[in-house]
């Protein structure tokens, strides 16, 4: 089956990141997501030699339309705690370089949360944080929308438009659009009419051509729930309609779609929901 080259999911690198490659090639996903180590923890074993080289000759095979990275969980680049804030400044370092050692393009992470400070505080430290890493030539950083739970930031357009506009390095910066996190926090996309406002809110706060990949997810939860809970596209509260827009919107028929739904080891649910996917494609696009 060949699907859609923008299709893909979340992959597990725990053979190795270049194992993740061998993962979606076999699945038939010519994009996907990784971590660049654990995710739950602050540091990593330093990357092998062998693995870097298989990873870098099997990214450049023809087979992969795009490849990103998503941080881990633990770093919060706007916590106003100065040991959290230095450990989250090494670990999204660390993940940077990573990202560069295996020639990665894309780098997703969430703003962060304020903890309490305020969200203006908040915006202000990510864009310091931001400002204190050196960010590899090649790599962007994408800020991911966010739902909005607790103290968290980036579930405004506007959160992600400042934090674009203050960094020193406007050019290494764009956006995930998730529209499970974005449904959550208010951005209804379920209808036609809808789904034509948020993103025409979207060109005009931050630009279109700046998102540069979505997670596809749809929400176990209702619009504005501010709750962040995937369910797979098509069968949670924004629905089939949504996705069928969504895919066959033309401004991204080249940006990459990527799962972040429950799957067993042998992901036969993100085989599921590609399939599912690539359904909803007007007969016309090859
Ligand atoms: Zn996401």
Redesign the pocket.
Known sequence: MDYDKRFGSHISIKNGLSSALETAEKLGFHSLQLFTKNATRWTGKDPEKKDIDRFITLASNGFFHIILA?ASYLINPASANKDILEKSLNSLQDELNRCSIYHIPFY?IHPGSHMGEGEEKGLEKVVETFNNVRIPQDLTILL?TTAGQGTNLGYRFEHLAFIIKNVEKQEHFAV?Y?T??TFAAGYDISNKSDFEKVFSNFDKIIGLSMIKAF?I?DSKYPLNSKKDR?ENPGKGYIGKDAFKLLVNFQPFSETPMLL?TEKSEDYHEDIENIKFLQSLLKKNKK
């Open positions: 998503h997703v991911e995930c998730d499970c996190h997670h997810n995937h972040e």
